[in-house]
């Protein structure tokens, strides 16, 4: 089992920065590619971000490249997700996944991750 447990969120201001974190416990960290996800209230779940285990890797949907900054700390069992110049479309519930079966590709769909954490809501107010 893994459990993964992502800072809290918070509401911001458009434009604002915001880091949200995510501690894992449970097992070998540093073997799982990890990512994060969004859903906003009557959407779908959306992908964000994904780092390979060895954090050589990384792949961000087309709604924040350029914007988030996916990294990870092995020695600290920490996955981070930077989010600057944060948009009112940017709220929503923010969760972080871990994927431990080893793909040529990041995966950027949701089943494919085998752990979830419970998520934080970020909220960016116009």
């Known amino acids: 089992q893994v459990q993964l447990v992502e800072s809290a969120g918070g509401l911001v201001q458009a434009g604002d920065s915001l880091r949200l974190s995510c501690a894992a416990s449970?097992?070998?960290?540093?073997?799982?590619?990890m990512g994060w996800f969004r859903q906003a209230p009557g959407k779908e779940r959306e992908f964000v971000a994904a780092?390979?285990?060895?954090?050589?890797?990384?792949v961000y949907g087309d709604s924040v490249k350029g914007r988030f900054t996916i990294s990870r700390d092995n020695a600290k069992n920490t996955v981070y997700l930077q989010m600057n110049s944060l948009k009112p479309e940017d709220t929503a519930v923010y969760y972080c996944?871990?994927?431990?079966?080893?793909?040529?590709?990041?995966?950027?769909?949701?089943?494919?991750?085998?752990?979830w954490g419970q998520g934080t809501q970020v909220t960016v107010s116009s």
């Open positions: 996944a871990a994927d431990f079966l080893p793909k040529v590709l990041l995966p950027v769909a949701a089943p494919e991750y085998d752990y």
């Open positions: 449970g097992r070998t960290f540093s073997s799982c590619t």
């Open positions: 780092i390979s285990a060895s954090g050589g890797r990384t």
